[in-house]
């Protein structure tokens, strides 16, 4: 009672101002593209943003991304090991909390309502209160710290990058109203045991390097980092309807006029060559990789679809992580697990990168640029010509299990799905329920489960239904 009364109190005798965006926080717009800073100095030195999409002066923009696809454009160029660009979405509250907590009079106009899948405890009004109690503040940064509050809910990362790495990520939350914002304490925050808290903090991440496919994504590879790109990421229902389950989320990447489709794990005998993130593909690369499985104890991808469905707000922001120096999006993570391990390399930065304050200090003119925001349709917010990619070599010190073939190295599979010879026909790989099994650029199976017909949703994806 004694620290709900104190952070009610200081919230009634504090008020919230309005901000200068570009000299302060660093952030500007231009046309249709926002530019977030890493370090601005002036009166006080500031570290690192986040904003909000905004349908109104007094409400978050709302979106139910199931059956849709969510497209935007973005320049990583200059960002380096240690910072993350972060586009995600968070089941908010579309009035930032103002209705809902007397002691909130600020609401979304405000930026209040902040909630996310690590709980965070650094935010310094919950619930219409200050998060004053055993407020501890960072060493080094005068702004931040931690209180005894945090503020989850469910979390669809759909972009967290820099120029080395890049993941997408669903985190779900056993939160009130399927993952909605819901006040934290103690061991419900996640603290002191990571995993037993009521969201998921690792969530199921693809992220090209950590599986296996070393030549995609980085400075002057496939998916060139030192060149704006398209990213478009697609939410596939088993009913094809914003109301269905969700089984399926896609991704891939529009760049100098071509569409590159997402690339496929690279541990044969240890992994099927997955390209998305599917609820199979989750709970094999969990038991691969020997991750600890929260996401499946918070209801997986089937939760995270029921939490999508009631509305998220988009969040576009820049940071720095004075938890894990961000090694766990662009190094080798834990630091002390053989790199050579399946799952452990996510990125080629070294292990003692990433701490902020050198890279504050090293890269204080680090920023993204996001722009060209679309939503839409699935197959509705991109154009280009579709290319296929060539196998990858394998990861270094990685050797398939016994008995395991190898594809080549270098070869290039059919970019068209070809009927088998009537002589001496090969077995034909068998697509799952749901999953995809023709469109433009698409070379995984194309024969589909039994009691289900591949059918064509549009002319990039065909799915088995």
């Given at each position: 009672m004694h620290s709900q009364r104190l952070g009610t109190q200081c919230a009634s005798r504090c008020a919230l101002e309005g901000a200068n965006y570009t000299q302060t926080y660093g952030i500007s717009t231009s046309g249709n593209a926002l530019t977030l800073k890493f370090v601005t100095r002036g009166e006080n030195t500031n570290i690192g943003s986040r904003v909000y999409l905004m349908a109104s002066e007094s409400r978050y923009q709302m979106f139910n991304l199931l059956n849709k696809e969510f497209t935007f454009d973005v320049d990583v160029s200059k960002l380096p090991c240690g910072i993350n660009g972060a586009l995600y979405f968070v089941q908010m509250d579309e009035d930032g909390g103002m209705s809902k907590h007397s002691g909130n009079k600020a609401g979304a106009k405000y930026g209040t309502g902040y909630c996310d899948s690590q709980c965070p405890r650094d935010i310094k009004y919950i619930n219409g209160e200050a998060n004053v109690e055993g407020w501890n503040p960072s060493p080094n940064d005068t702004n931040a710290g931690t209180g005894g509050f945090g503020t989850c809910c469910a979390e669809?990362?759909?972009?967290?990058?820099?120029?080395?790495?890049?993941?997408?990520?669903?985190?779900?939350?056993?939160?009130?109203?399927?993952?909605?914002?819901?006040?934290?304490?103690?061991?419900?925050?996640?603290?002191?045991?990571?995993?037993?808290?009521?969201?998921?903090?690792?969530?199921?991440?693809?992220?090209?390097?950590?599986?296996?496919?070393?030549?995609?994504?980085?400075?002057?590879?496939?998916?060139?980092?030192?060149?704006?790109?398209?990213?478009?990421?697609?939410?596939?229902?088993?009913?094809?309807?914003?109301?269905?389950?969700?089984?399926?989320?896609?991704?891939?990447?529009?760049?100098?006029?071509?569409?590159?489709?997402?690339?496929?794990?690279?541990?044969?005998?240890?992994?099927?060559?997955?390209?998305?993130?599917?609820?199979?593909?989750?709970?094999?690369?969990?038991?691969?990789?020997?991750?600890?499985?929260?996401?499946?104890?918070?209801?997986?991808?089937?939760?995270?679809?029921?939490?999508?469905?009631?509305?998220?707000?988009?969040?576009?922001?820049?940071?720095?992580?004075?938890?894990?120096?961000?090694l766990w999006l662009d190094s080798s993570y834990p630091v002390s697990a053989d790199p050579a391990k399946p799952g452990i390399a996510r990125g080629t930065c070294p292990t003692d990168s990433g701490d902020p304050k050198q890279v504050e200090a090293d890269h204080p003119d680090a920023q993204v640029i996001y722009s060209n925001i679309k939503f839409g349709d699935i197959g509705s917010t991109y154009s280009g010509t579709p290319i296929t990619l060539p196998q990858p070599p394998l990861p270094p010190g990685y050797n398939p299990p016994s008995g395991t073939s190898t594809p080549p190295t270098g070869t290039t599979p059919s970019s068209t799905p070809t009927n088998p010879s009537t002589t001496n026909p090969a077995p034909a790989a068998t697509q799952t329920k749901y999953g995809q099994c023709a469109g433009v650029g698409y070379t995984g199976p194309t024969q589909c489960a039994a009691g289900t017909v591949c059918t064509q949703i549009n002319q990039f994806y065909s799915q088995c239904v």
């Amino acid at each position: 009672m004694h620290s709900q009364r104190l952070g009610t109190q200081c919230a009634s005798r504090c008020a919230l101002e309005g901000a200068n965006y570009t000299q302060t926080y660093g952030i500007s717009t231009s046309g249709n593209a926002l530019t977030l800073k890493f370090v601005t100095r002036g009166e006080n030195t500031n570290i690192g943003s986040r904003v909000y999409l905004m349908a109104s002066e007094s409400r978050y923009q709302m979106f139910n991304l199931l059956n849709k696809e969510f497209t935007f454009d973005v320049d990583v160029s200059k960002l380096p090991c240690g910072i993350n660009g972060a586009l995600y979405f968070v089941q908010m509250d579309e009035d930032g909390g103002m209705s809902k907590h007397s002691g909130n009079k600020a609401g979304a106009k405000y930026g209040t309502g902040y909630c996310d899948s690590q709980c965070p405890r650094d935010i310094k009004y919950i619930n219409g209160e200050a998060n004053v109690e055993g407020w501890n503040p960072s060493p080094n940064d005068t702004n931040a710290g931690t209180g005894g509050f945090g503020t989850c809910c469910a979390e669809m990362d759909i972009w967290e990058a820099n120029s080395i790495a890049t993941a997408y990520t669903p985190h779900p939350c056993q939160t009130n109203n399927d993952g909605g914002q819901q006040r934290c304490t103690g061991q419900q925050c996640g603290t002191p045991i990571r995993h037993d808290g009521i969201c998921d903090p690792d969530g199921c991440d693809f992220n090209s390097f950590r599986m296996g496919d070393r030549t995609f994504y980085g400075s002057g590879l496939t998916v060139d980092t030192t060149k704006k790109m398209t990213v478009v990421t697609q939410f596939i229902t088993d009913n094809n309807s914003t109301t269905g389950n969700l089984v399926d989320i896609r991704r891939l990447y529009v760049q100098d006029g071509r569409v590159i489709p997402n690339s496929k794990v690279n541990f044969p005998g240890l992994l099927e060559p997955f390209d998305s993130l599917s609820q199979k593909f989750c709970d094999d690369a969990k038991r691969a990789f020997e991750d600890a499985t929260s996401f499946q104890k918070q209801g997986g991808l089937v939760h995270m679809g029921r939490s999508l469905a009631k509305g998220h707000v988009l969040v576009l922001s820049i940071w720095d992580d004075h938890t894990a120096n961000m090694l766990w999006l662009d190094s080798s993570y834990p630091v002390s697990a053989d790199p050579a391990k399946p799952g452990i390399a996510r990125g080629t930065c070294p292990t003692d990168s990433g701490d902020p304050k050198q890279v504050e200090a090293d890269h204080p003119d680090a920023q993204v640029i996001y722009s060209n925001i679309k939503f839409g349709d699935i197959g509705s917010t991109y154009s280009g010509t579709p290319i296929t990619l060539p196998q990858p070599p394998l990861p270094p010190g990685y050797n398939p299990p016994s008995g395991t073939s190898t594809p080549p190295t270098g070869t290039t599979p059919s970019s068209t799905p070809t009927n088998p010879s009537t002589t001496n026909p090969a077995p034909a790989a068998t697509q799952t329920k749901y999953g995809q099994c023709a469109g433009v650029g698409y070379t995984g199976p194309t024969q589909c489960a039994a009691g289900t017909v591949c059918t064509q949703i549009n002319q990039f994806y065909s799915q088995c239904v």
